[in-house]
C-alpha cells in the first residue's frame, strides 16, 4: 500500500509559479509510475503530467506542455511538478498519483492517490 502527500500548493498571480512535491511512503517508490491530476470545481479530474519509474519517459497534457515539467527523486520518494506561467484556468485540486503500470497512470486511473493540494491562480 503506498501512501502519498502533497504539498507546495497556494494561491499565486497569473504569470506566477508554484512547484508542488508529492512525497510517498509504504512501498517501492522507484518501482512506480508517477503522475498528477487535476480537478476544477464543477469539472471532471484531469490528467496533468506522468513519469515513469527512472525519468526516462514523461508525458504532459497539451494544456500544460511547455509550461510545467514533472521530475522525480527516487532517493527522496518524491515526485514534483514545478508550474510556471500559471493561469487562471490552472487552478484546481491537484493530485499526486501512483501505479505500478505506466499506461494506467497517463490513460487510466491509478491505484494510489493522495489528498490533493489547492492551487489557486488569480487574474
Known amino acids: 500500500q503506498v501512501q502519498l502527500v502533497e504539498s507546495g500548493g497556494g494561491s499565486v498571480q497569473a504569470g506566477g509559479s508554484l512547484r508542488l512535491s508529492c512525497a510517498a511512503s509504504g512501498g517501492t517508490f522507484s518501482s512506480y509510475a508517477m503522475g498528477w491530476f487535476r480537478q476544477a470545481p464543477g469539472k471532471e479530474r484531469e490528467f496533468v503530467a506522468a513519469i515513469n519509474w527512472s525519468g526516462g519517459s514523461i508525458y504532459y497534457a497539451d494544456s500544460v506542455k511547455g509550461r510545467f515539467t514533472i521530475s522525480r527523486d527516487n532517493a527522496k520518494n518524491t515526485v514534483y511538478l514545478q508550474m510556471n506561467r500559471l493561469k487562471p484556468e490552472d487552478t484546481a485540486v491537484y493530485y499526486c498519483?501512483?501505479?505500478?503500470?505506466?499506461?494506467?497512470?497517463?490513460?487510466?486511473?491509478?491505484?494510489?492517490w493522495g489528498q490533493g493540494t489547492q492551487v489557486t491562480v488569480s487574474s
Open positions: 498519483a501512483a501505479d505500478s503500470t505506466w499506461s494506467r497512470v497517463v490513460h487510466t486511473t491509478p491505484d494510489y
